[in-house]
């Protein structure tokens, strides 16, 4: 297979196809994966939402049913007349001094291993694996654990001990005796088990509804990891878990087994899920892997049956990497498929290149073959029907009408150059003729021309020296009017500089009355200023009454001490004013001087002009007469000078004409020899 240029028909027809066949796809493609995505991540989303709901709400209603079944428990007649009965003994023992937590003495042996029995028989028939222990409390404001069913370490304990002041069941004693209500704890470690565990206290009341005590059930947390676990639909690495409002895990999730009260989950579903908010997304969590995550509230909090204070929050969760394997394969599906529609369009429009450019290309070398001077070659038409066999057809016919067309123009070329050859050889003859007799006139009009230009010299210089005397007079005159007016003018500047020198002196006077003017507004100053002070000792004296006059005597003080600077200052622009007045008057008396003195000059000037002006008047009249022959001698060569451009005139052009003419037929002739040789350079 030959190599495809860039740019070559055959690289473009396959670009075309691939672009014209890729674009589609390609959107379409991207088009349904797009959707096909956003389809799947909504339903892993809402996958994840119905698990984590689903997990929540198994949450609360395992607890709801143990808080009715400890609820029942304690409303049997059994449970009510042991607790009566050792409520009893316990207020006795505190009344005594005696521990009222030690209360199963001979006297109750009967009536502990009935309730023993009672309480072995209930853990094991509702919920063995989570149900841990049942506990009875009695008392008052201090709570007295008074039997247990596993025995541990709580049994006979006062729930003001120091093992059990801060544990979550000395909280829950002091709200059930509060409220008279079932209360469900939080998971909490709880020392005296050495393990988790979460309570739930239900109030005991007799038939009068006097409060007797609380009946306690401990829960652990399988149930609740069980619970958590069940979750399905969330993969290989999907995982779920509950965490307190502390962020603290309060369940063991699927990857880890002991994360319970241990491990602390701070990220923005956990956040969200225990500030009492539901949602689904994609966030990043501890580790910065991309997660789906769905969080909601398990609602403990509202729960009124439950008396909880505190509530947890549920998040199940998967890697966005195996939630999207589908999405995964569905974009290599597509890859596939628009890799083998680019294949199948690349070759098709390879087999359409090689068929539509192929006989272009063999066209295009004849071509090159023909604008080389070879036309001998054979174009061959095919017996295709298409606009490339008409393309080849009209190619063929293109040549033979060439060929035919060079042979004519070879033998008119021939033809030609010796026609061009016997005009070129007349041309010349007729030539030197005409130069000879060009030269010949030539000299005759040279002379007269010399002739000519001598005349027009005289008749120049007698034109220019009239013209100049003529000017001489003008000016001559023009001066007569300018003396004149200059004289006038400096007898008004003489009259002007006297006014001038009268006004200074006028001002003169004025400045020093504007001297004694301020002299005196200086003396009422001084004298406003001394009567201001006067004005200050006199309120000064009248005490708080002179009050008001003590601002007034300070204004006007003020303000003669304003008018004082401001006579010092007009006194000080007034003696500037007065040395500038001086002055000028100074200059209007020389000026005056200088003005005098110009009128007489002046009168001396206009009488030297007016001599100059006459002698000048002569000499324009002498120059008149001889500037007038001076233009009949040259009127008289112009004619003869006239004749004589005409001829030679006339003569250049007939050398202009045969020179022409001989380049002309020198052009025709190199222009046979041209085409002659252009011609044979085709082989017919």
């Known amino acids: 297979m030959s190599r495809i240029a860039f740019g070559s028909l055959k690289f473009k ?9 890729l674009i589609p796809v390609g959107v379409v493609s991207y088009l349904s994966f797009s959707k096909a995505r956003t389809a799947l991540e909504q339903s892993e989303l809402g ?38 009965l050792f409520a009893f003994e316990a207020k006795s023992r505190i009344n005594s001094g005696d521990d009222p937590a030690i209360i199963d003495s001979a006297n109750n042996e009967q009536v502990v291993g009935a309730i023993a029995s009672l309480f072995s028989r209930w853990l094991h028939l509702y919920e063995p694996e989570a149900y841990k222990d049942l506990l009875m409390v009695v008392g008052a404001d201090n709570g007295y654990i008074v039997y247990t069913g596993m025995k541990m370490g709580d049994n006979r304990s006062s729930l003001a001990s120091k093992a059990l002041n801060n544990s979550p069941l000395a909280g829950l004693w002091q709200k059930v005796w509060e409220t008279k209500k ?26 009068r509804g006097a409060f007797c005590g609380m009946l306690v059930l401990r829960l652990g947390h399988e149930k609740i990891d069980n619970l958590v676990r069940a979750v399905g639909e969330i993969g290989t690495t999907g995982d779920a878990f509950l965490v307190g409002e502390d962020l603290v895990m309060r369940s063991n999730s699927r990857r ?22 539901s949602g689904i997304g994609e966030l990043l969590n501890e580790n910065g892997e991309l997660m789906l995550n769905a969080w909601t509230p398990v609602g403990l909090r509202a729960a009124p ?141 040279s002379t007269v021309e010399q002739v000519k230009l001598s005349a027009k010299t005289v008749s120049e210089k007698a034109k220019q020296v009239a013209a100049m005397s003529g000017a001489a007079v003008t000016v001559s005159e023009s001066g007569m009017d300018a003396t004149r007016r200059t004289l006038l003018g400096m007898n008004t500047i003489k009259e002007h500089m006297d006014s001038v020198a009268q006004t200074v002196i006028k001002l003169s006077d004025q400045s020093q009355a504007v001297g004694e003017i301020i002299a005196t507004v200086k003396d009422l100053a001084d004298q406003s200023n001394l009567l201001a002070v006067n004005a200050s000792i006199e309120a000064a004296r009248a005490g708080d009454s002179g009050k008001g006059f003590t601002v007034v005597a300070q204004e006007i003080k003020s303000l003669s001490d304003q008018s004082k600077e401001a006579a010092i200052q007009i006194r000080s622009i007034l003696d500037e004013t007065q040395k500038w007045i001086s002055a000028v008057v100074t200059a209007a008396e020389q000026g005056s001087e200088a003005v005098r003195i110009g009128v007489e000059e002046s009168a001396l000037a ?3 002009i007016e001599q100059l002006s006459n002698s000048v008047t002569s000499s324009a009249q002498a120059v008149t007469t001889i500037d007038a022959a001076s233009e009949q001698q040259v009127a008289g060569v112009d004619q003869v000078g006239s004749a004589m451009v005409n001829i030679e005139q006339a003569m250049h052009q007939n050398l202009d004409g045969i020179s022409q003419l001989e380049a002309a037929a020198r052009r025709l002739e190199e222009l046979g ?5 252009l011609v044979q350079a085709y082989r017919v």
């Open 13 to 21: 027809l396959i670009a075309f196809f691939l672009v014209v066949a």
């Open 47 to 84: 996958l994840l939402r119905s698990a984590a709901e689903r997990t929540g709400r198994a949450i609360e209603q395992y607890l709801q049913t143990s808080v009715i079944n400890v609820k029942v428990l304690s409303e049997t007649g059994t449970v009510i007349s042991v607790f009566k």
């Open 182 to 207: 079932p209360v469900v704890s939080d998971f909490c470690m709880y020392e005296p088990a050495l393990c988790p565990a979460a309570f739930i206290g239900v109030p005991v009341l007799d038939e």
């Open 256 to 277: 880890a087994d002991s994360a319970l009260l241990q491990e602390k989950r701070n990220t923005a579903a956990t956040r969200e899920s225990v500030a009492g908010k």
């Open 305 to 445: 049956e439950l008396g909880a204070d505190f509530d947890w929050g549920v998040v199940v969760q998967i890697t966005s990497t195996e939630a999207f394997i589908p999405v995964t394969s569905l974009k290599n599906w597509v890859l596939c498929v628009t890799f083998g529609v680019g294949v199948l369009a690349a070759l098709t429009a390879l087999l359409l290149a090689r068929n539509v450019a192929g006989p272009i290309v063999a066209l295009t070398k004849q071509a090159e073959d023909i604008s080389a001077g070879d036309l001998s070659v054979t174009v061959s038409e095919g017996n295709r029907r298409d606009e490339i066999g008409s393309l080849s057809r009209s190619f063929a016919g293109m040549v033979e009408n060439l060929k035919t067309q060079i042979q004519k123009i070879l033998e008119g070329v021939n033809v030609l150059a010796e026609s061009a050859s016997e005009i070129s050889a007349t041309v010349s003859q007729l030539g030197i003729g005409a130069t000879r007799t060009s030269s010949a006139v030539a000299e005759t009009s």
């Open 606 to 608: 206009g009488k030297s």
């Open 673 to 677: 020899v041209e085409l002659k040789r």
